[in-house]
């Protein structure tokens, strides 16, 4: 069973930015693709960043240019680089499998103030 924990994130102003880190319980060799989503207040969980296993990398209009999403699999993480971050990336964001997905984690908390 993969369990996924993330952090890294906090409040920062408009024009900031934050890494986030995915902590994936067990070896991502074997999992296809990874993604981070993220769900503000009433609004549905939405994908902003995918990786292959490859390294392919594809994103949500909203987050081209400034997000960066990245893996390391000598130590099971999964990252995402948010630049020039905006009011409207306020959310809770969290990693999980591309796909076939697995339990969520807890998430980790962006806020972003004008």
């Known amino acids: 069973q993969v369990q996924l924990v993330e952090s890294g994130g906090g409040l920062v102003q408009a024009g900031g930015s934050l890494r986030l880190s995915c902590a994936v319980s067990?070896?991502?060799?074997?999992?296809?693709?990874m993604g981070w989503y993220r769900q503000a207040p009433g609004k549905q969980r939405e994908l902003v960043a995918a990786?292959?296993?490859?390294?392919?990398?594809n994103y949500a209009d909203s987050a081209k240019g400034r997000f960066t999403i990245s893996r390391d699999k000598a130590k099971n993480t999964v990252y995402l680089q948010m630049n020039s971050l905006k009011p409207e990336d306020t959310a809770v964001y969290y990693c999980?499998?591309?796909?076939?997905?697995?339990?969520w984690g807890q998430g980790t908390q962006v806020t972003v103030t004008s």
């Open positions: 999980n499998r591309i796909g076939v997905l697995v339990t």
């Open positions: 990786i292959t296993s490859g390294e392919s990398t």
């Open positions: 067990r070896s991502i060799f074997s999992i296809n693709a």
